[in-house]
């Protein structure tokens, strides 16, 4: 790469570790802070889910105007809305105008993300393209790992520390990027952009998603999110409860299961993969997987249950890529439809499984811990049936 576009990286970088790590500092403080304002487990489970139905919402749209009104336009546009967001979350005690604060991120990272990415593909060749997303993906598992320890170690000089800290660098931020960074799109391609036909909705796409053949890999996809979401959703109010657990424990834990899932992704998945197959890692993993939300029913004490969560995540670490891989292979040349098939049920995921865990911790708070389990299981259960018929159907056609 140029120097230029070393350049233009970096601040893209720092963008998306800003972007998901400002949220990741108010996780550990964030069950004592709900506690302060008389809220338990579905304002928890809000929190998430509705800075994810946001998004959901507004990535199709911020996509395209990524493309209509320029890529520097949009990451401004969205580093404003997270940085607005946390002045916000910082300046009020209201439940309600935390719940506005969350669409207002949730709408900020749907102008943010797609827009880094697109701006990435500019910059780059094709032979640049895999390192570009790569070092953009590291910024982003960066923000998850440092986040949530930098959050626990403010939570010393107050509750609300977290929320002032990540708004003001957010801000910091946002002025860096206006005064710095370089529109990447020519004006001859924003031009064009405007007059390009329009894609079709997202719901007709999952419409149709039904008679593809990686349909069951979507629908893991979902369940993987929707477990994973709903055990991040309550994780740090279950501890904080049932252990008796610390900001800084809290900050620990989410921290190291950040780490395990970096070191899993760059080190250990390709190996597994090529050796077992991807069935066989799937099938294994998700048995892992629903083992771990189980296991979570008997952990007796803080250091048993953070054990678990690693194992819990470990799972997680393996399975999403070998989803992503398994639904690119079934794909054929429909690539960018499946992909984007795959996002949206991702996101299905994330808004649901908050929300559903929220009102069952409220309810007892080993349901979401329960739910978890019979979802993986039963998931597991149709994979296997699935890939059997599929096999199947090779076999048939082998002979044929």
């Excluded at 893991?220 to 900001?247: C, H, R």
Aim: glycine residues 10%; positive net charge.
């Amino acid at each position: 790469m140029s120097p230029n576009q070393r350049k233009q990286m970096l601040i893209l970088m720092v963008n998306m570790f800003i972007a998901i790590g400002s949220f990741g500092i108010i996780i550990p403080i964030l069950p004592a802070y709900l506690a302060s304002i008389h809220q338990g487990g579905i304002a928890a489970g809000l929190m998430i889910a509705i800075f994810a139905g946001a998004q959901l919402v507004f990535s199709p749209v911020a996509g395209r105007w990524a493309d209509v009104y320029g890529r520097k336009k949009m990451i401004v546009y969205g580093l404003s809305g997270l940085t607005l967001s946390m002045f916000i979350f910082y300046g009020t005690d209201s439940i309600w105008l935390l719940y506005a604060s969350r669409v207002v991120g949730g709408i900020g990272a749907a102008f943010l993300i797609p827009a880094i990415f697109a701006y990435i593909a500019d910059i780059t060749t094709i032979e640049q393209r895999a390192r570009g997303n790569s070092m953009i993906s590291a910024a982003m598992s960066l923000g998850i790992v440092i986040g949530p320890g930098i959050g626990g170690f403010l939570a010393d000089y107050g509750l609300k520390m977290p929320f002032l800290v990540s708004a003001l660098v957010s801000l910091v931020s946002v002025i860096f990027s206006i005064a710095v960074l370089k529109e990447s799109q020519s004006a001859e391609d924003i031009e064009a952009a405007k007059h390009a036909p329009k894609a079709e909705s997202m719901l007709k796409k999952i419409a149709m998603s039904g008679s593809t053949p990686y349909f069951i890999p979507l629908v893991i996809t979902l369940v993987m999110s929707f477990g994973l979401l709903a055990y991040e959703s309550v994780l740090g109010l279950f501890v904080a409860k049932q252990y008796g657990a610390s900001p800084q424990q809290i900050a620990w834990m989410i921290t190291a299961t950040g780490i395990v899932s970096v070191i899993v992704q760059l080190f250990i998945v390709d190996r597994i993969v090529t050796k077992f197959g991807e069935g066989a890692v799937l099938n294994f993993f998700l048995g892992v997987a629903a083992a771990g939300f189980l296991l979570t029913l008997f952990a007796k004490d803080y250091n048993l249950f953070f054990g678990i969560t690693l194992l819990i995540f470990l799972a997680s670490s393996i399975l999403r890529p070998v989803l992503n891989t398994l639904i690119s292979k079934m794909a054929g040349k429909e690539q960018g439809f499946a992909m984007g098939l795959n996002n949206a049920y991702m996101s299905i995921g994330n808004v649901l499984g908050p929300t559903c865990a929220g009102l069952l911790y409220d309810v007892h708070i080993l349901y979401p811990f329960v739910l978890g389990a019979l979802l993986l299981g039963a998931t597991l259960l149709i994979t296997i049936y699935w890939q059997r018929k599929t096999a199947q159907k090779g076999l048939k056609k082998s002979y044929q």
